[in-house]
């Protein structure tokens, strides 16, 4: 079983900058692919970005590309999303996730993003 808590999500002007935490449980986390998720009030939820299932260069949605940055610490078992130059449209309730063999399984609580003047 694999516990994810996310952080950092808030109010945040147009152009500006959050950092998104993703901590979790578990002795393994570096066998896990990790990915970030959002869903927009009345949208479904859909990719942001994450771990490639066959390893290497991260993959990101083309609305995030160059805007937003996903990283991990292994030894805090922990992956961050940096978003930068946020635009209205970002706001959503922010989701990571971990995975195996090509599927997400588990899934944190979320945590809630919205840029507005």
């Known amino acids: 079983q694999v516990q994810l808590v996310e952080s950092g999500g808030g109010l945040v002007q147009p152009g500006g900058s959050l950092r998104l935490s993703c901590a979790a449980s578990g002795r393994t986390f570096s066998g896990y692919v990790m990915g970030w998720f959002r869903q927009a009030p009345g949208k479904e939820r859909e990719f942001v970005g994450g771990?490639?299932?066959?390893?290497?260069?991260?993959n990101y949605a083309d609305s995030v590309k160059g805007r937003f940055t996903i990283s991990r610490d292994n030894a805090k078992n922990t992956v961050y999303l940096q978003m930068n130059s946020l635009k209205p449209e970002d706001t959503a309730v922010y989701y990571c996730?971990?995975?195996?063999?090509?599927?997400?399984?588990?899934w944190g609580q979320g945590t809630p993003v919205t840029v507005s003047s």
């Open positions: 771990d490639r299932w066959s390893g290497g260069r991260t």
């Open positions: 996730a971990a995975g195996v063999a090509g599927s997400y399984i588990w």
